[in-house]
């Protein structure tokens, strides 16, 4: 089944945050993050394995709380090169589910 | 390493017609995905291999659809016979082992049916 994705849609000025959030309704192990520009494959970003961790890659960080089957992914003081469909996959036994994306564009 | 190889890049064939799109995983990856892309649909997986194993094709959508996996370096995707309704990006992804683990993603094949 696959995750919920939330927003749909979201527009930014440079150096504006926004979050992204994910949630299934069936247990998580892990969740995937990837960000695909357009015409372009999807590029991986990051996993998270365990409850309540967080990462970060360079100013985009995710949590995942394991209990609520969520995460949610972080961009600060966002990048005109952040523009683009992020996904969030949810892996069971290699089955990767990805969300429907949010299309984030951030404009000067 | 030049990543995972997909071709053709684009493919335009007409109703009815087979079609047959190529992936080469990165080498000594061992698992290999299949995903179509379309705009009502979002990315859905189609079918995954775990040292050339079909583990789940659950998700190829008919009959028409076949995935074959020779041996490490190389994999195909069948449509036969081809509809309208097939049209999409077909991405193949590949990765190290089972797990958690990060999926690269091919450049993508192109598919319009008329």
């Known amino acids: 089944q696959q995750p919920v994705q939330s927003p749909q849609a979201v527009i930014l000025r440079e150096g504006e945050d926004a979050v992204i959030n994910c949630s299934s309704s069936?247990?998580?192990?892990?969740v995937h993050w990837y960000r695909q520009k357009h015409g372009e494959a999807p590029v991986f970003l990051m996993i998270?394995?365990?409850?309540?961790e967080q990462k970060g890659h360079e100013k985009i960080s995710a949590s995942f709380n394991e209990k609520k089957q969520q995460s949610s992914l972080y961009l600060t003081a966002s990048q005109l090169s952040y523009s683009g469909t992020y996904f969030c996959?949810?892996?069971?036994?290699?089955?990767?589910?990805f969300g429907a994306g949010t299309r984030l564009t951030v404009k000067p | 390493d030049a990543g995972v190889i997909q071709s053709p890049r684009h493919e335009v064939t007409e109703m009815g017609q087979e079609v047959t799109l190529r992936c080469k995983p990165i080498?000594?990856?061992?698992?290999l995905f299949w995903y179509r892309q379309t705009m009502m649909r979002g990315l859905e997986l189609l079918i995954y291999?775990?040292?050339?194993?079909?583990?789940?094709d659950s998700g190829m959508p008919e009959d028409r659809f076949s995935a074959k996996m020779p041996n490490a370096s190389f994999s195909t995707l069948k449509i036969q016979p081809s509809e309208p309704r097939d049209s999409a990006v077909y991405f193949c992804?590949?990765?190290?082992?089972?797990?958690?683990?990060?999926?690269?993603f091919g450049p993508g094949t192109r598919l319009t049916v008329l």
């Open positions: 291999f775990n040292n050339n194993v079909p583990i789940d």
């Open positions: 996959g949810t892996e069971r036994n290699n089955d990767m589910r």
């Open positions: 080498s000594g990856h061992n698992s």
């Open positions: 998270l394995l365990k409850g309540g």
């Open positions: 992804a590949s990765r190290y082992a089972q797990g958690s683990i990060e999926q690269f």
């Open positions: 069936k247990a998580l192990y892990s």
